[in-house]
């Protein structure tokens, strides 16, 4: 368990385990809750929110208990600012994917390739589709092209 110190009403410590001295009291960690609460050290924890679509974290406050101290988590509603930012950083990872895939595929276009041209018909269509992956309009919900192949994987 992980204690906070408190004067005041007001905690004042990071939280922490018990120290094993404290104040000139031997094997301080070892004392009741109801010794320690008299000394200002009360238990503590943290309380995630769970943040519904559309809001994002937004920082913690804490409060006092009359047994233990509390740190919940704030959120708030997304902006659209944020929405933009989440657009556009998911369109950074799909065009990342995307050229990983390209060039990991490369191969398949050289002249000296092992494929045959059926083959290298089906690995080109695949390539194209891959750049193509951009012409679509949910970011959330790509639909990316099956490497020649895999169909049955």
Do not use: C
Not at 3 to 26: H, M, S
Not at 55 to 83: A, C, S
Not at 104 to 109: I, L, P, V
């Amino acid at each position: 368990m992980r204690y906070i110190r408190v004067v005041d009403g007001q905690a004042i410590k990071p939280d922490r385990p018990l120290p094993r001295n404290w104040e000139n009291i031997t094997n301080f960690y070892l004392l009741d809750n109801e010794t320690l609460k008299s000394y200002g050290w009360f238990p503590y924890r943290i309380e995630y929110a769970n943040i519904p679509s559309g809001w994002k974290p937004n920082g913690f406050h804490i409060e006092v208990g009359e047994n233990e101290v509390v740190e919940y988590q704030d959120i708030i509603e997304r902006t659209e600012e944020d929405l933009q930012n989440d657009i556009r950083n998911r369109w950074g990872e799909i065009r990342s994917t995307r050229n990983t895939l390209l060039t990991d595929s490369d191969w398949t276009q050289l002249s000296d390739s092992p494929l045959s041209e059926l083959k290298k018909d089906e690995w080109r269509l695949y390539r194209q589709e891959l750049r193509d992956i951009t012409l679509q309009t949910d970011v959330f919900n790509i639909v990316w092209p099956i490497k020649p192949g895999t169909e049955n994987e």
